[in-house]
């Protein structure tokens, strides 16, 4: 069950009286001025209506964690750049370690 207030009511219903008269005007033919003024109304309300969705979908977002990695034309971008063969992770390591000069403890091991 729904409860609307009085208010409320009373507003539908002077909507409900304005479309009435909208729709049963003679002069509300597709040239006419209220005709034009529907039309309007509802390209504003179908405007509203993707721009509520759209403000719904953007708050869903988490911006801050897709501001902090690369986007997907990003890392292609950077693949197209560098043409060397792929590394694994232990020679990544070891290139890392000895270019800051130190021992790679896991090459001892």
């Known amino acids: 069950m729904v409860s609307?207030?009085?208010?409320?009511?009373d507003e539908l219903r002077a909507d409900q009286e304005l479309l009435r008269r909208l729709v049963h005007n003679e002069r509300s033919v597709p040239d006419g001025?209220?005709?034009?003024?529907?039309?309007w109304l509802a390209e504003d309300m179908a405007v509203a209506r993707i721009r509520s969705a759209s403000h719904d979908?953007?708050?869903a977002q988490d911006w801050k964690a897709a501001s902090s990695r690369p986007s997907h034309v990003e890392l292609e971008r950077r693949r197209a750049?560098?043409?060397?063969?792929?590394?694994?992770p232990e020679?990544?390591?070891?290139?890392?370690?000895?270019?800051?000069?130190?021992?790679d403890p896991k090459a001892a091991a």
């Open 57 to 59: 979908l953007a708050s």
């Open 33 to 39: 001025p209220l005709w034009q003024a529907v039309k």
């Open 4 to 9: 609307i207030t009085q208010a409320e009511l």
């Open 81 to 88: 750049v560098y043409n060397t063969d792929p590394r694994s």
């Open 91 to 103: 020679q990544i390591r070891r290139d890392a370690y000895a270019s800051w000069g130190l021992r």
